[in-house]
């Protein structure tokens, strides 16, 4: 019976501290290829005074996370065990990030005895150098510019073009309302004179005396186009 009543309590001590642990992480975290990062962790209780326990990290999918574990023998640090008890901290360190090294970590503490409570995990993303969040914001500020200055000078050729269309047909209109101002003298300029010679007979059938000649009629014309022809006349 006293076995029983022992046991009860035990399981109802593991019950409470349970509940009243907290473990806390941080979202996501990010570093760079061949860089170091640090994965926060952090843990509070209720229960006051000297605290007895421990922590470890995993990752995503079981892999366990210590200094002697493949693959990140030789790359990890990681919090004595005073500052862990005392702080209340079980911070990560990874040093020589590797792309591989990429995923979810889970932090899981430990206090008296009491079943161990896993934080909600940190997403850690490694970048290649030149690739990371500001490099690609840098990029695409410097892409906008570009295609910025791109566009204003389409639009001023666009412009260019458009004022020496609109150049050449005012000068166009100029020429052909010139044109219709002084047409005539164009046309005048144009006229050469052709001189005929006539010769008309006065009556029927005349015959000229001998030594005599019939009188001469000579016109002059002047053919044009727009014009009417005009002629002179005079008598020998």
């Known amino acids: ?13 593991s019950g409470s501290w349970s509940q ?17 990062v640090t ?12 605290q007895v326990g421990s922590y470890r990290w995993e990752k995503e999918p079981g892999l366990k996370v210590a200094p002697g574990v493949l693959p990140f023998q030789g790359r990890l640090g990681m919090p004595e065990a005073r500052i862990f008890l005392e702080e209340g901290r079980a911070d990560l360190e990874i040093h020589d990030l590797r792309h591989y090294d ?46 910025g200055l791109g566009a204003m000078g389409l639009v001023s050729v666009i412009a260019a073009i458009l004022v020496c269309v609109l150049r050449r047909q005012r000068q166009g209109r100029r020429e052909t309302e010139s044109r219709w101002e002084h047409p005539r003298q164009d046309q005048a300029a144009g006229l050469e004179p052709n001189y005929v010679e006539l010769r008309v007979k006065k009556g029927h059938d005349r015959v000229p005396p001998q030594g005599k000649q019939l009188p001469v009629v000579y016109a002059a014309l002047a053919v044009g186009q727009g014009t009417s022809p005009w002629s002179h006349r005079g008598q020998s």
Not at 1 to 9: D, E, F, R, Y
Not at 39 to 50: A, E, F, I
Not at 115 to 143: C, F, I, K, Y
């Open 1 to 13: 019976m006293a076995g029983l009543l022992l046991c009860c309590l035990l399981a109802a001590s």
């Open 102 to 147: 990429a995923g979810t970590y889970h932090c899981l503490v430990t206090l008296h005895g009491a079943p161990e409570v896993a934080g909600n995990g940190t997403r850690l993303h490694v970048d290649r150098p030149g690739t990371g969040t500001s490099q690609t914001m840098n990029s695409w500020l410097w892409g906008a510019m570009g295609a």
């Open 20 to 36: 009243e642990l907290r473990v806390s992480q941080p979202g996501w975290a990010q570093g760079l290829e061949g860089g170091s």
């Open 39 to 50: 994965l926060p962790c952090s843990y509070k209780t209720s229960v006051q005074g000297p």
